[in-house]
């Protein structure tokens, strides 16, 4: 609702001074409020000082190992998994997506920052009209031209716009922090996708070895057969247990190639050219320790999403007081400058020249509670970004915590597959000779190397589960954003002092 217009014609200084005088007025009838600012600082939460399951590695200093961390893939010394990693991050559509929303945000931060400043318009115009008179029989005709440029600027009087642009200075900082987070997922995704490839066709060498093995056995039972030392029943029984294994083979096959189509996608190309940075001989990558995990509240100041959600906060606080001061007067200034004239020659006479400035100061008197509405609906999402970040911070403890404790019991259940496959591989052996000899029937034969396909297969797995442990560790920790060159850079840009828009 407007409360006054002042047109500053005659006696401006005067016409300023009510203008200041009722703008003063009106603040202190607004009893606007400011909500405090949440407090987020990570020594203000109830976070523990170490691990449950430190691995004894929480007590070394985490920031001489921040870039091993950001490069955690590198650990592994295995130049196709950093290969496979380093096209993903130049070539996954999601993450090319979620780099588009940055340029989005970066956007949309120009455009309140646009809103400071006056809008300029211009205009000229021109027209004609020619009267023919039957009566006297004469015509006339005249002609009018104008131009004119506007202008129009709504003064930032009690920081409102300020508090929009800060919002959108953090949302900024939230959409990089979520790149970083895509980043951070894609680089995990890409390792376990690559461990579960390379696992499945270990497992399928076991199995090809341990369909030799038994079509051996085959043979034995079969020479057997025919020089009347065996029967049909244990060369049926070798041949079920060959059928067996061999029935296995499509499954890994199967595997194989999902595991390798993943990575095509994970890496935004086409699966033929995946298979060019593959390798037959491929093993599973060794682990090396060489990291530090540090205390929890280092951890969490290294989390992309957590840092993400704290900024998500701020953003929804900055918005909140923005609503706020909405109860409070706006200032806004019109002012035109333009010409009229008859002639064209006559446009540029100074005499026809005109010019004016209006002053126009308004604030909410009734609105039916549309302000207070909008007020309580944005301390509602406040309130729910703060919640929010209290579950992240939560969950970051509990991802951690559940990758240190895999691996501890992973390492245990490999210390006894180990033995366990040693045993097998033993009794195996004891047992074929055995039989060979005469001494031990078929089906002992069958059960021990039945055991030790189960075995070796197994260790396998856990080897397999242990390395991803390691994976989810790192991606636990933080590891893997804004660590590499092409499309990372266009996020790297310099941050703004938040100072002007924050005051």
Known sequence: MKCFQTILVRDPIDRWGRLVVVTL????????????????????????????????????????ELISIQTWWNQFEDPVLTALVEEALRNNPDLLTALSRVEQARAERGLEKAQLY?????????????????????????????????????????GKQSRLIAASEYELEVSKEDYYAAQVSLTAEVANTYLDLLSSRMQLDILNQSVASREDTLQVAEWQEIAGEGDVLNTQQVKVLVE????????????????????????????????????????????????????????????PDVRSAENQVKASWARLTAVEKTRLPSLTLNGSIGTEAAKASDFFDPQRIFGNLIAGLTAPIWDAGRISRSIEIQQAVLDQSVFGYEGVVLNALVEVENALSRINLKREEIEILERAVEAATLAATLAEFEYEEGEEDILTVLETKRSLLGFAQSLVQSQQDEISSYVQLYKSLGGGWSAIEGPAQAVDESNEDLNNSQS
Do not use: H, M
């Open 244 to 303: 067996q294994a061999k029935a296995q083979i499509p499954s890994y096959r199967q595997s194989i190639e999902e595991a390798r189509n993943a990575l095509a996608v994970l890496c935004g190309t086409t699966p033929a050219l995946i298979e060019d940075l593959l390798s037959e001989e491929q093993k599973l990558p060794e682990i090396s320790n060489e990291f530090t995990v540090g205390i929890p509240a280092d951890v969490l100041r290294q989390r």
């Open 118 to 158: 006056p809008s300029v318009d211009g205009g000229i115009s021109g027209a004609g009209s020619r009267i023919r008179d039957r009566d006297t029989n004469t015509t006339s005709s005249s002609e009018s031209y104008g131009a004119s440029i506007d202008a129009s600027w709504e003064i930032d009087l009690f």
């Open 25 to 64: 007025s009106l603040v202190a009838l607004s009893g606007c409020s400011t909500t405090p600012r949440p407090d987020l600082s990570l020594e203000n939460q109830s976070l523990p000082e170490s691990w449950s399951n430190g691995l004894g590695l929480e007590d070394a200093p985490i920031a001489p």
